[in-house]
């Protein structure tokens, strides 16, 4: 179906797959090196809350559950802290999607930034109840704040790329 | 008005289920194996094939890095490079003053063990981080087919760099000293002052330190005796003591001596009584 939904039309399942792995390899790389006051860039939660504003809370619930149980297996002591945090992220970022246009960058990044926050504190609530000390979610909160903004930059950079390259390639 | 349930849909959604229910299973295999302080098999498949992808991000990253900073320090590596022979020779000169001092020293066999369990590190290089950064973890190149067990000490050149939480084949992942999770015992070198070293993200503190103990900025944190390490391995420095008048203990905020920002190449120690007899 073509016409204004064609240029956020949900990406397919490789590619989605292939957007995961680079962005756990990388955050397990490169990107473990780059802070900013502490908080760091989790590509991983950009790529669900972004699938999930445009294919919905279903499809965003189980591509975050996914992304998740990948990052809790890279992971130490985790459990299915991560498959828990990012797949109800995703969930609640495609049924936040229904309230907002879209097609509109500052929406999807507004969704982005939250779920960044929602899925630090989804984490470290599950943690706390694994054992592991209560403050640890109130202390990693302020980093939180800074990768969601992170997050924000990030998107905002992939979705102009992205743009700009589908309306490159539609020109042609 | 009664809903039509077609063949298709009715798929859908027994797909649906399926899927729900075999994440449901995946997670419940993680939660007991992280109870159990196991690697699941699905960790250790992944961790396996990620070990090639994550070796060759992480070797194109440090030339690149390595190749921009000496590129930078071309002109100071001269000058530094001629005081660092003139170092190393005088240090030649006092190691076999404190080797032959050693070797006379009542507890030399003590010291000689030291020695022969660091003989009998693996040496493994530092292929990846934790991906969401919420743990401090590093992932390295060497597993339970190159003798890393669980719980072995890792240090580098500088100091302690944590010890190792789970293992896997060909890879395993070790807990940093700044986790907020770590805590190993410790001694400041001058006095002997038993604390124990907890992470705090970024640096370290020692906590339940006598408040009769002299603390001051600078002093050197060592090992203490324990399960995971030898005594006597560097931790840090002191950089500043927060002394409350009402409380028990003492805490000294301390700087690691291993460098967590560029570390590279690690040395993974046998556990301590595992070593020579």
Redesign the interface.
């Known amino acids: 179906m073509s016409g204004i939904n064609e240029v956020d039309r949900p990406a397919h399942w490789p590619s989605l797959a292939l957007a995961a792995a680079l962005a756990i390899v990388l955050e397990s790389t490169w990107l473990s090196r780059l802070h900013l006051r502490g908080g760091s860039l989790d590509l991983v939660v950009v790529f669900v809350a972004w699938y999930a504003a445009t294919a919905g809370a279903s499809k965003g619930l189980l591509y975050g559950a996914l992304c998740g149980m990948a990052e809790d297996a890279l992971a130490v002591r985790t459990g299915a802290a991560h498959m828990l945090a990012l797949g109800l992220t995703g969930a609640v970022c495609g049924l936040g999607s229904r309230f907002v246009l879209p097609d509109s960058v500052f929406a999807i990044a507004g969704i982005v930034a939250v779920g960044t926050v929602l899925s630090d504190a989804i984490f470290w609530s599950t943690m706390s109840m694994g054992g592991f000390p209560d403050g640890l979610g109130s202390l990693h909160f302020h980093r939180s704040l800074w990768s969601a903004l992170l997050g924000v930059m990030t998107f905002v950079i992939l979705w102009s790329t992205s743009t700009w390259l589908r309306n490159r390639n539609g020109s042609r | 008005m009664v809903p039509i349930y077609t063949s298709r849909g009715e798929g859908k959604l027994l797909a ?1 289920i399926g ?1 729900v229910i075999l ?1 449901a299973l ?3 295999l ?2 007991d ?3 159990k ?1 196991q690697e ?1 098999l ?2 250790q ?3 396996t094939v ?1 070990v090639p ?2 070796s060759t ?2 070797a194109v ?1 440090s030339g690149l890095r390595d190749g921009a900073s000496n590129v930078a320090n071309l002109p100071r590596l001269a000058s530094e490079n001629a005081q660092l022979r003139d170092e190393v020779r005088t240090l030649r000169a006092q190691d076999a003053v404190l080797r032959e001092a050693a070797s006379a020293a009542p507890d030399a066999l003590r010291f000689a063990a030291r020695a022969a369990t660091l003989d009998q590190a693996i040496p493994a290089t530092v ?9 401090d ?1 590093i ?1 390295i190149n060497r597993g339970s087919h190159s003798g890393v067990v669980r719980d072995a000490g890792v240090v580098d050149a500088g100091g302690v760099v944590g010890r190792v ?2 293992v896997g084949p060909f890879a395993a ?1 070790v ?1 940093l000293i700044t986790d ?2 770590s805590s190993i015992p410790a001694v400041v070198q001058q006095g002997r002052w038993w604390g124990i070293v907890r992470g705090s ?2 640096r370290a503190q020692m906590t339940y330190i006598s408040q009769d103990a002299v603390l001051k900025p600078g002093m050197r944190v060592v090992t203490g005796q324990g399960r995971v390490f030898p005594p006597g391995l560097l931790i840090g420095h002191i950089t500043s003591v927060v002394r409350g008048d009402a409380s028990l203990y003492q805490v000294a905020k301390i700087e690691p001596a291993a460098n967590f ?1 560029r570390l590279s190449h690690v040395l993974v120690l046998p556990k301590p009584g595992s070593s020579t007899k």
């Open positions: 649906v899927v994440l995946v997670a419940l993680q939660i194996a992280a109870r302080g699941s699905l960790s498949i992944l961790t990620a992808v994550e991000f992480t990253g292929i990846g981080y934790d991906p969401t950064n919420a743990l973890t992932t939480e789970s992942k807990l907020y999770t993200q970024t920002g």
